[in-house]
């Protein structure tokens, strides 16, 4: 990579960057930044277009205008798909025909191991992978036999397999019962103490709150806010989504009401 | 087992077995990617290919193939580009295939409706030696593809989305997994027949599933179905002269049938496991209370 030591260029840049799906504009020229190490979060209502946008950066999305680099590298040209952790926006893990934990976190391998076997150190990775997401004990259990919230875990562990070095997550949280919020939470917190970058779209800050360094607010395709997360309590800060606080982390900042604008 | 004496039987136990192999081996890619019906879409439209072959005097297996592989490659190009009516396009294209079967066999000197018959339902017992070496060359290349790649097309086929961002060529996967689907069709093609050969890809898939947690136990466990049901209707159809193709696809059905039923206590046994290796102070199951149990025993 062509980074200077000392002053890595960021992970993720966004610079003008605008989507349409059909003809409907969904992004109007946003920019994004995400640093080494940083955990960023992309709010805003349904529609704003914060999936899209998450979207337009793995390639999913054509670009219709704009610049994206990843790792300082343009996006058409970066190939170096290890450094990337992906969980897109599902609410199952399974497919078609059942599958179990380890099978489908053995996937998320591939961009290590691409056509080649899988090593023994593969096979310890998919493992610690899961034990990550507190799933070890059955991790031989098909995903079909899971909850929602097992489910999210299992999209986590297989992003996590190839000990990626930035994380895109697409909700992670959306459908997940009490208890999986909070492993999630810890996984979260464990890789980005280990320095890992995050970038995950979220509905509401809930329990990831004390981890989010920066939130990217977007309404209808623009980028409104970029700063300190918004740290009101209620509808004001995300138009149309309660926002729900199920238990204050003892390690948690004070939660400050305030407007955000 | 005096029917191995026969030269003809073996040449099509030899066929039935590889169509056993190869056909559950990629239908359950598939049926993972929920496209189960691909099978039938491809064996219409090899149905052109046949037609074409005795038109031009060829080999039929072999030119349906080739039709058959460019068939799948444009439904796989369909659901790229396809925007929202790809159903309409895939519709026009299985019934174009049939169609065109029926016109180019009728316009061929030598072809017949009843020559169509055979491979529209299969035709075991006149399975010749260039059949043989076509299946046998055909179905080394599925078994390669299938296995080889397994991780690969699991991946792609479980998510394709996930797939692309782990960088692997999904396009290229996604054109195999068609392309090897449609050479499966012309393996089939003379065991089963055309109409009947998407339930040999897709039922021993079902079956297996009914017993199996894993990818792999399900893959193993629908190509052994696979064998012992097209082995089961070749040798059936010796003895009780019925059609072979469709004792073997009664067969597979009859399978699904006897597993799903086997499979039921055996999922009970199963969760009943799981809820034993749960904590053992913290039952994960409604608990009647002991006296309350006792006084409904009474009450009965």
Request: hydrophobic share 50%; with cysteine; net charge neutral.
């Given at each position: 990579?062509?980074?200077?030591?000392?002053?890595?260029?960021?992970?993720?840049?966004?610079?003008?960057?605008?989507?349409?799906?059909?003809?409907?504009?969904?992004?109007?020229?946003?920019?994004?930044?995400?640093?080494?190490?940083?955990?960023?979060?992309?709010?805003?209502?349904?529609?704003?277009?914060?999936?899209?946008?998450?979207?337009?950066?793995?390639?999913?999305?054509?670009?219709?205008?704009?610049?994206?680099?990843?790792?300082?590298?343009?996006?058409?040209?970066?190939?170096?798909?290890?450094?990337?952790?992906?969980?897109?926006?599902?609410?199952?893990?399974?497919?078609?025909?059942?599958?179990?934990?380890?099978?489908?976190?053995?996937?998320?391998?591939?961009?290590?191991?691409?056509?080649?076997?899988?090593?023994?150190?593969?096979?310890?990775?998919?493992?610690?992978?899961?034990?990550?997401?507190?799933?070890?004990?059955?991790?031989?259990?098909s995903v079909n036999a899971l909850s929602g919230g097992q489910h999210q875990r299992v999209l986590i562990a297989r992003?996590?397999?190839?000990?990626?070095?930035?994380?895109?997550?697409?909700?992670?949280?959306?459908?997940?019962?009490?208890?999986?919020?909070?492993?999630?939470?810890?996984?979260?917190?464990?890789?980005?103490?280990?320095?890992?970058?995050?970038?995950?779209?979220?509905?509401?800050?809930?329990?990831?709150?004390?981890?989010?360094?920066?939130?990217?607010?977007?309404?209808?395709?623009?980028?409104?806010?970029?700063?300190?997360?918004?740290?009101?309590?209620?509808?004001?800060?995300?138009?149309?989504?309660?926002?729900?606080?199920?238990?204050?982390?003892?390690?948690?900042?004070?939660?400050?009401?305030?407007?955000?604008? | 087992?005096?029917?191995?004496?026969?030269?003809?039987?073996?040449?099509?136990?030899?066929?039935?077995?590889?169509?056993?192999?190869?056909?559950?081996?990629?239908?359950?890619?598939?049926?993972?990617?929920?496209?189960?019906?691909?099978?039938?879409?491809?064996?219409?439209?090899?149905?052109?290919?046949?037609?074409?072959?005795?038109?031009?005097?060829?080999?039929?297996?072999?030119?349906?193939?080739?039709?058959?592989?460019?068939g799948a490659v444009m439904m796989e190009l369909i659901r790229w580009y396809g925007k929202t009516r790809g159903d309409?396009?895939?519709?026009?294209?299985?019934?174009?295939?049939?169609?065109?079967?029926?016109?180019?066999?009728?316009?061929?000197?030598?072809?017949?409706?009843?020559?169509?018959?055979?491979?529209?339902?299969?035709?075991?017992?006149?399975?010749s030696e260039s059949d043989v070496t076509a299946i046998c060359v055909l179905a080394a290349f599925v078994v390669l593809?299938?296995?080889?790649?397994?991780?690969?097309?699991?991946?792609?086929?479980?998510?394709?989305?996930?797939?692309?961002?782990?960088?692997?060529?999904?396009?290229?996967?996604?054109?195999?997994?068609?392309?090897?689907?449609?050479?499966?069709?012309?393996?089939?093609?003379?065991?089963?027949?055309?109409?009947?050969?998407?339930?040999?890809?897709?039922?021993?898939?079902?079956?297996?599933?009914?017993?199996?947690?894993?990818?792999?136990?399900?893959?193993?466990?629908?190509?052994?179905?696979?064998?012992?049901?097209?082995?089961?209707?070749?040798?059936?159809?010796?003895?009780?002269?019925?059609?072979?193709?469709?004792?073997?696809?009664?067969?597979?059905?009859?399978?699904?049938?006897?597993?799903?039923?086997?499979?039921?206590?055996?999922?009970?046994?199963?969760?009943?496991?799981?809820?034993?290796?749960?904590?053992?102070?913290?039952?994960?199951?409604?608990?009647?209370?002991?006296?309350?149990?006792?006084?409904?025993?009474?009450?009965?």
């Amino acid at each position: 990579m062509s980074s200077e030591p000392g002053r890595p260029e960021p992970v993720i840049s966004l610079r003008g960057v605008r989507a349409e799906l059909g003809s409907r504009p969904v992004l109007r020229g946003i920019d994004l930044t995400v640093g080494h190490g940083e955990v960023v979060a992309l709010l805003g209502a349904n529609g704003s277009g914060k999936s899209t946008a998450i979207r337009t950066v793995i390639g999913q999305v054509p670009v219709s205008a704009g610049e994206i680099e990843l790792f300082g590298v343009p996006r058409r040209r970066f190939d170096d798909w290890r450094r990337v952790g992906y969980v897109p926006q599902r609410t199952t893990a399974a497919g078609g025909v059942p599958a179990t934990i380890t099978e489908v976190v053995a996937s998320g391998r591939l961009s290590r191991a691409r056509f080649g076997m899988l090593r023994k150190a593969d096979h310890v990775a998919v493992q610690r992978a899961i034990a990550l997401v507190g799933l070890a004990d059955r991790a031989k259990d098909s995903v079909n036999a899971l909850s929602g919230g097992q489910h999210q875990r299992v999209l986590i562990a297989r992003a996590l397999a190839a000990e990626p070095e930035l994380l895109i997550m697409d909700e992670p949280m959306a459908g997940v019962d009490l208890a999986s919020q909070e492993v999630l939470a810890r996984t979260l917190r464990e890789q980005v103490a280990a320095g890992t970058t995050v970038l995950l779209v979220l509905h509401e800050l809930g329990p990831l709150e004390p981890l989010i360094d920066r939130a990217v607010v977007l309404r209808d395709g623009c980028v409104t806010h970029d700063g300190p997360p918004p740290k009101a309590v209620g509808q004001h800060a995300l138009p149309g989504h309660d926002h729900v606080h199920p238990h204050a982390a003892h390690d948690a900042e004070p939660i400050r009401t305030g407007l955000l604008s | 087992m005096e029917f191995l004496d026969y030269a003809f039987m073996q040449r099509a136990l030899l066929a039935a077995v590889l169509v056993g192999i190869t056909a559950p081996a990629i239908g359950i890619y598939l049926v993972q990617r929920r496209q189960a019906l691909m099978g039938d879409g491809i064996g219409h439209v090899a149905m052109t290919g046949v037609g074409l072959g005795f038109l031009l005097n060829t080999s039929p297996v072999w030119m349906a193939t080739g039709v058959a592989v460019i068939g799948a490659v444009m439904m796989e190009l369909i659901r790229w580009y396809g925007k929202t009516r790809g159903d309409i396009a895939l519709a026009m294209l299985f019934y174009g295939g049939m169609a065109g079967g029926v016109m180019f066999i009728n316009l061929a000197p030598t072809g017949s409706n009843a020559n169509l018959t055979s491979y529209l339902f299969g035709s075991l017992s006149t399975v010749s030696e260039s059949d043989v070496t076509a299946i046998c060359v055909l179905a080394a290349f599925v078994v390669l593809v299938t296995i080889g790649l397994r991780r690969q097309l699991f991946a792609v086929s479980q998510d394709e989305e996930f797939a692309r961002v782990t960088g692997l060529p999904v396009r290229v996967l996604n054109l195999l997994t068609a392309i090897t689907a449609a050479i499966t069709v012309t393996v089939a093609m003379r065991v089963v027949g055309l109409l009947l050969v998407s339930a040999l890809m897709v039922v021993p898939v079902a079956a297996a599933q009914q017993l199996t947690r894993s990818f792999a136990a399900t893959f193993a466990v629908a190509v052994a179905i696979g064998v012992s049901v097209t082995i089961g209707g070749t040798v059936t159809s010796y003895y009780q002269d019925v059609p072979p193709g469709a004792t073997i696809v009664l067969l597979t059905i009859g399978a699904f049938v006897a597993l799903t039923a086997l499979a039921t206590p055996v999922a009970r046994r199963r969760a009943r496991a799981a809820a034993a290796a749960q904590t053992a102070g913290d039952p994960a199951e409604c608990v009647i209370p002991a006296s309350r149990e006792a006084a409904g025993k009474a009450g009965v």
